[in-house]
Each structure stands twice: as C-alpha cells, then as structure tokens.
C-alpha cells in the first residue's frame, strides 16, 4: 500500500535552516507528482510546492519562494524540502502528499520556527 | 482565491449538508478537489475533477460545480462525517485552498 513517512522537523530559530525528508513506498515514486503541503497550528492547510515526477517542472506557493527549495531522487523514492531563511510564520506541521490532486498523504512532521 | 462558505456548519446527523467553494477566477472542473479532515489526522481526498469520488468514498458524498461555483453535499450526514471540509484548485500554476467549513454536530 502507499506510504509516505515526513521526518526531519524540529526546532529552528528564525532565519535558520531545515531539510525535510519524505520517504515513498508502495508505488512507482518517479511516476507521480509529490507537493509539500502545511498546516499551521489551528489553521487551514497551504499547498506550498511541487515537482512532476521527473523533477523537470517546479513551482511554488509565492510565501515561500526564494527561500524553500523542493527535489526529489527518484533512486531512493524520496521527496525533500530545503526550507531556508526560516520566519516564525513558517511554524507548521508539514506533509508531503502525491499525485495532483492529493489522494495520499503522510502524517506529518511538525517544524517550529522560535527564538 | 478559493472562498468557503459557510465557515461553520451546524446539523444533526442524518441530516444533509451543503457546502460551497468559490472561486475568484474560473477553475477547470478536472482541476477542483474536496479533502476531509479530522482532528489530528491527514487530510482525506474525497472528490476530484469536481465530481468524482476517490477510491473507497460512500455515495453520500457528491461534488458539483463549474467555473467559479462549486458544492459538496452529504446527503445524510453520519457521526464519522462530523469534520473539517477544505476545496482545492490545481491549475496551471499556482494550486490553493479554501480556508475550509467545519461541519459540527448541532
């Protein structure tokens, strides 16, 4: 079955830096679209970027731009985000998810931007 | 921009649910998505291409809609469906969400 496991949050000052990982199995990972997708504490949920499967087309959501970067290795079926530059604003719980739209999706990983 | 309304929903189970999705700019009816979430959990997708349930979604779930109007109705709400409800858009470029309507148990 599909399965998509997020790690790599933790605790980061603002203007620190942090790279989340999402681990894919249970399908063709070079197949599929994969977003990175966040959710602020209490709040509702904010697409922020995704790669084709190839990783020949990126975009982003224009809070992030410039400062968070997505990629993916197709050889270890595994999606990151390089998240730089980090704001207290960027406090979230993070998933990943596949395919437009998303019809599987991690648990999440928790980031906390504080000083 | 995507625009949810009501933000709460207040109704009985058994009772049928109305929600709805606006759009600021036309959205392609392939491109419109519904997700279900409980507290503490993932988000679930429900219905794609504005009407199309996902794998394993009862039949009291339904999505309509074109353009910039789109509607997901339950048609008789049980405990489990007791949840937040977001639309989403996955057009050319940009892909957003709505902010979401609750649907409580009166």
């Keep these: ?115 | 921009v995507l625009a949810q309304s009501p933000g709460t929903l207040s109704l009985s189970p058994g009772e049928r649910a109305t929600l709805s999705c606006r759009a600021s700019q036309s959205v392609s009816s392939s491109d419109l998505a519904w997700y279900q979430q409980k507290p503490g959990q993932a988000p679930r997708l429900l219905i794609y291409a504005a009407s199309t349930r996902a794998t394993g979604i009862p039949d009291r779930f339904s999505g309509s809609g074109s353009a910039t109007d789109f509607t997901l109705t339950i048609s008789r709400l049980e405990p489990e469906d007791f949840a937040v409800y977001y639309c989403q858009q996955s057009g050319r470029t940009s892909w957003t969400f709505g902010q979401g309507t609750k649907v409580e148990i009166k």
Excluded at chain 1, 29 to 54: C, H, N, T, V
Excluded at chain 1, 72 to 79: E, G, M, Q, S, V
């Design chain 1, 1 to 115: 079955q599909v399965q998509l496991v997020e790690s790599g949050g933790g605790l980061v000052t603002p203007g620190g830096s942090l790279r989340l990982s999402c681990a894919a199995s249970g399908f063709t990972f070079k197949d599929y679209y994969m977003s990175w997708i966040r959710q602020a504490p209490g709040q509702g949920l904010e697409w922020i970027a995704y790669i084709r499967g190839s990783g020949s087309y990126i975009n982003y959501a224009d809070s992030v731009k410039g400062r968070f970067t997505i990629s993916r290795d197709n050889a270890k079926n595994t999606l990151f985000l390089q998240m730089n530059s980090l704001r207290v604003e960027d406090t979230a719980l993070y998933y990943c998810a596949r395919n437009k739209p998303f019809d599987s999706w991690g648990q999440g990983t928790l980031v906390t931007v504080s000083s």
